[in-house]
């Protein structure tokens, strides 16, 4: 009888260690990396729901963060801008007005 408790204890927690490997690797994966990115260089000086909340093509986007990228140079890379670029045309206002 205690066998088998311990044995369906085991069983249950690696039950739950598989169940959690997708939400503990989401959380720390690179799923959301553009987001991340996004997140931790665009609301450094300022809400990041204000390029959230506008409407803007590539070339507006592109223009918008060339000149976040000359208020502290170096803080953003030339590799970021392009991903912050493509995260905001699928994330902003854009997104929503098919530009
Ligand atoms: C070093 C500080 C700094 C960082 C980092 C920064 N911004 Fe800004 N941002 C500013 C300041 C200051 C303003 C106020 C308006 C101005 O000076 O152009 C501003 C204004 C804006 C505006 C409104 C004005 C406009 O030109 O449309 C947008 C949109 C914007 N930032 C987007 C971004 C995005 C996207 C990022 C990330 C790539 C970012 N910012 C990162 C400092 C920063």
Sequence with gaps: ME?????????????AAVAMFPILTRAGGSSDAPGRLFHSKCSACHSDQIPLNMEKDRRGWEETVKLMQQKRPGF???RD???????????????????
């Design 76 to 78: 953003i890379s030339e």
């Design 81 to 99: 801008a392009k991903i912050i670029v493509n995260y905001l045309l699928a994330h902003s206002q854009s997104a929503f007005k098919g530009k």
């Design 3 to 15: 066998e088998d408790t311990k044995r369906i204890s085991i069983v249950v927690m690696i039950a």
